[in-house]
Each structure stands twice: as structure tokens, then as C-alpha cells.
């Protein structure tokens, strides 16, 4: 692999957890798809500096925008909602910057849609013809499960209709009246006793700034198996007694939150941000910015000295299961049209905010952007992105 994209990588993943990072590389192996997970730096590192990517309007950006990001929650009005749900990379970006890593994962994640290339290159035009259309209506609306069709709606009616007791006993095992964590391996690893300790200690202290301390009391910790981009860093998935045991318990995820992988070339097209008193303070607010409920739990929080995320874990399961449109390109062009106007709405809302580009300038650009310019880009950075996979590949990082 060029040394330069090969050294960003390590320099990019210092000081992860080595077994973790392990699982890391190993993923980032699988396809270009899951490279482009894994390496966010490095797409933002080769964003061509051309006008489309320059001078479009600046928005709260998601900044690790691709069609897995996409996903069911529970609002803290204890609904369900389909959004973004990953703000680690959060920052304040051109518009362009999201939409082109949005039409890069459909393009360059063609095997894991199940769909050929000109599949993805059709379902690509779908998601950008609902952006501009969305932005161009300059109205931020939202998914919910009554609203949803196709594959959208069925993910977010399993969520509702899911019972409390068997999402823990997907994730824990039973004793009695009392629920431990499952370790697997998979999901979950074991945390040491002077991890599970910090935790506690951690969990003790937030437990007094909420009105039901008790709510928040620990059963058990584990570290957390999750996501691509972040695996490695330090993140925990906590057994708390929640409204009573046993089939009453919560599960919390903490994750430490990184700088953005956008830092480096936003200041190198000028563009300053915002100075946040922490990194979990700058991805809480953007999520909260751009999300249309509040995901449940949420806070910005300090652990043994370093910036976390607090909130309800949210499963990887959660996700449309976008492969399975049965080759009827149809569904497949209904998801990823969702995203696209869920992308849109996303931008809308956080429009004005903190030296975003207000409303009508996004309107505005919407009714000048040029459809097949953004295209062209998109494919030139889904070529960009397979040959780093396959250099990343055959350089044997592990």
C-alpha cells in the first residue's frame, strides 16, 4: 500500500485496544465497503479539491455518512424513529462532503447490497434525486413507523413491537432473578476488575445527577464489540437495574469520543469549527442538532479523564437489512431514496446553527446542483476507495 495511506491508518488507530484493532483490520480486509468504514481519514485525506466539494454551502455534517448509518432508535419519548445514528465524525462540512460518502457506499458497497453495478449506480441517482428534492422542498421532516414503507417501515416495526425481555436475552444470560452479560467474543469482551471498577465509580457519580438514582445502578460491564470506524477505542456496555430485574434492565453503551477525521482537511480548505469543551460534547450536540427525537440517554460525559458518550445501546441489528430487496430494484431505490430525503431533512435542521448555511441557501443550492457532476465525483472516489482496499489488502496490516 502507498506508505503515505498506510501510515495514516496506523497513526489514525494509535492506541486502540490491540484485540479490538485486531478485529479491525481483520473487517476492513472484507471489502472495499467495509474500508471505507474503516478508514473515514483517508477518504476525507483524498477528497479532491474541486469546486462541487469547495464552495458548496457548510452544514452539521455527519462526516461517517454511509447507507449502514442509517438505523431504528428510541427517542427519549420512548418512540421509535429511523435516522442517522452515528455522529462520532460530526462536523461542520460543505453539504457535498456527506452526500458524496453517502453515494460512495451505495456505489462501492454494490456486493453488499447484493445489487450489480449498474444497480448501484441506478440506486446511487435514486438517494441524490430525493436529496435535492428534500432540500429543494426546505422543509425537515421525519421517519416514523407510520409514515415508513418498504423495508424501513418492517425495521421499525420490529423495533416497536420488540419486548424488553428477549432483546436482553439476545444479549445476557439468566440466573434466577438476576441477569449477567454475555460474553462472546462477537459482541462482547471481558472488561478487567479495574475497568468494571472505573465504570462503577463512573455510574455511581452520574447516578446522582438523575432523578432515579437507582435506575442506573450496575449489574455487570463488558467491553463492546461494535461498528468498524471506532472498534478499538475504548467503549462498554453496561448491565444497569433499569425499571427492576429481571426483565426490566437497560443496557447503556459508553464509548470515548475521538477528534473528527475531518479536522485535518477542513482546516486545509479553511474552514474553522466551533470550540466545543469536548469531543463527546461537539458528537452529542450535532447528533441533537441534526436528529429530529433525541436518542434515549443521551449525555456528553467524563470517565477516568477521557470524553465519552453516554446513551442507550443501540444494536447493530437495528439496521434496514438493505441487501434483502429481492432483486425488485425498486425497494432498493425506496430505502436509499429514504436516506437520501432523511440526509436532506437532517441538514435542513441543523441549518443556521453555529455558522451553518442557513435554510434558503440550501434551498438555493439545491436548485443549481448538478446532478451528474456529483455523480461523476462519487464514481471517481469509488475507484479510489477499491484501490486503497486492495493495496490495504495485500500490505498484510495487522
Known amino acids: 500500500m502507498h506508505m503515505d495511506n498506510l501510515e495514516a491508518i496506523r497513526r489514525n488507530n494509535l492506541g486502540r485496544d490491540p484485540e479490538r484493532l485486531a478485529m479491525k483490520y481483520s473487517k476492513m480486509r472484507q471489502s472495499p465497503f467495509v474500508f471505507l468504514r474503516g478508514a473515514c481519514h483517508l477518504f476525507y485525506d483524498n477528497l ?7 464552495n458548496a454551502p457548510v452544514s452539521w455534517c455527519c462526516g461517517d455518512m ?50 450489480t453495478e449498474e444497480e448501484a449506480k441506478e440506486a446511487a441517482k435514486s438517494c441524490l434525486d430525493a436529496y435535492k428534492g428534500a432540500l429543494l422542498n426546505g422543509k425537515p ?16 416495526g420490529d423495533l416497536q413491537n420488540r419486548l424488553r425481555s428477549d432483546f436482553l436475552d439476545r444479549r445476557t444470560k439468566k440466573y434466577g432473578n438476576l441477569r449477567m452479560l454475555k460474553v462472546d467474543g462477537v459482541k462482547a469482551l471481558p472488561a478487567s476488575a479495574e475497568q468494571k471498577g472505573m465504570v462503577v465509580e463512573f455510574m455511581g457519580k452520574f447516578a446522582q445527577t438523575q432523578p432515579s438514582p437507582e435506575f442506573y445502578r450496575v449489574i455487570d460491564v463488558a467491553r ?46 479553511g474552514l474553522k469549527q466551533p470550540q466545543w469543551e469536548s469531543e463527546a460534547r461537539r458528537v452529542v450536540s450535532v447528533q441533537k442538532r441534526m436528529q429530529a427525537v433525541d436518542h434515549a440517554f443521551l449525555h456528553a460525559v467524563q ?58 441557501e440550501l434551498v438555493e443550492f439545491a436548485a443549481t446542483l448538478r446532478e451528474e457532476e456529483m455523480l461523476d465525483a462519487a464514481q471517481s472516489m469509488t475507484q479510489t476507495t477499491r484501490s486503497q482496499w486492495q493495496e490495504f489488502v495485500e500490505s498484510g496490516l495487522a
Open 141 to 156: 421532516l421525519w421517519v416514523e413507523r407510520d409514515t415508513s414503507n418498504g423495508l424501513v417501515k418492517d425495521l421499525l
Open 303 to 360: 470517565m477516568d479523564g477521557k470524553s465519552c458518550i453516554l446513551k442507550a445501546l443501540q444494536p447493530s441489528e437495528d439496521r434496514v437489512a438493505i441487501g434483502e430487496w429481492g432483486r425488485k430494484l425498486d425497494r432498493l431505490k425506496a430505502v436509499v431514496s429514504t436516506m437520501g430525503r432523511v440526509l436532506a431533512w437532517d441538514h435542513l435542521r441543523s441549518s443556521g446553527r453555529s455558522g451553518a448555511s442557513n435554510a434558503d
Open 48 to 54: 479532491p479539491d474541486v469546486d462541487i466539494f469547495r
Open 224 to 269: 463492546r464489540i461494535a461498528g468498524t470506524g471506532s472498534l478499538g477505542v475504548d467503549r462498554y456496555v453496561v448491565l444497569v437495574e433499569g425499571k427492576g430485574s429481571p426483565d426490566s434492565n437497560y443496557l447503556l453503551d459508553i464509548k470515548e469520543a475521538k477528534p473528527s477525521a475531518l479536522y485535518p482537511r477542513l482546516s486545509g480548505f
Open 66 to 115: 454511509h447507507f449502514e448509518n442509517f438505523g431504528s432508535y428510541k427517542g427519549d419519548n420512548r418512540l421509535v424513529y429511523f435516522d442517522v445514528n452515528d455522529f462520532d465524525e460530526a462536523a461542520l462540512a460543505p453539504v457535498t462532503w456527506d452526500l458524496a460518502r453517502l453515494l460512495v457506499s451505495i456505489l462501492c458497497g454494490a456486493d453488499a447490497l447484493n445489487a
